[in-house]
């Protein structure tokens, strides 16, 4: 069980690492 929550847990970091990444990458060229 707590695998599993761990599994989710890493996912959930990793895509909110991708969208901060994104919404940097928009602003920036944005801003450019």
Known sequence: ???VY???RG???TI???V???VL???V???D
Do not use: L, P
Request: glycine fraction near 4%.
């Open 11 to 13: 996912r959930a970091v």
């Open 16 to 18: 909110r690492i991708a």
């Open 20 to 22: 901060d990444e994104s």
């Open 6 to 8: 761990h599994h989710f």
């Open 1 to 3: 069980m707590w695998k």
């Open 29 to 31: 060229q944005s801003a």
């Open 25 to 27: 990458t928009g602003s």
